[in-house]
């Protein structure tokens, strides 16, 4: 089992750039490759970022990449989501997930086995 805490949300202005952690516990955090997701009030959950368990491969939706960067760290159990340009619809709560279907992140919710409690990020305009 797996238990994931996000931190490093909070208030923003746009363009500012913000740097969200989430640490795993376990000794199996490098059997997993980790997600970062979020979800906005009346939206559906939203695909970020993935790592694949070596923190070699990434992957990143459209919709933010060239501003945010995945990264993890697997001596000290995190996977951390780099923002930059930030803009208010990036306005969300923030959620890391971790699974091991597959050999690949997706950017599928179902596929991946624990999440975390969220953090929020909130940028004003």
């Known amino acids: 089992q797996v238990q994931l805490v996000e931190s490093g949300g909070g208030l923003v202005q746009a363009g500012d750039s913000l740097r969200l952690s989430c640490a795993a516990s376990?000794?199996?955090?490098?059997?997993?490759?980790m997600a970062w997701f979020r979800q906005a009030p009346g939206r559906e959950r939203e695909f970020l970022a993935g790592i694949n368990r070596s923190g070699e491969l990434t992957y990143y939706a459209d919709s933010v990449k060239g501003r945010f960067t995945i990264s993890r760290d697997n001596a000290k159990n995190t996977v951390n989501l780099q923002m930059s340009s930030l803009k208010p619809e990036d306005t969300a709560g923030y959620y890391c997930a971790a699974g091991r279907r597959g050999i690949v992140p997706t950017d599928r919710g179902s596929d991946y086995d624990y999440w975390g409690q969220g953090t929020q990020v909130t940028v004003s305009s």
């Open positions: 376990g000794r199996t955090f490098r059997s997993y490759y």
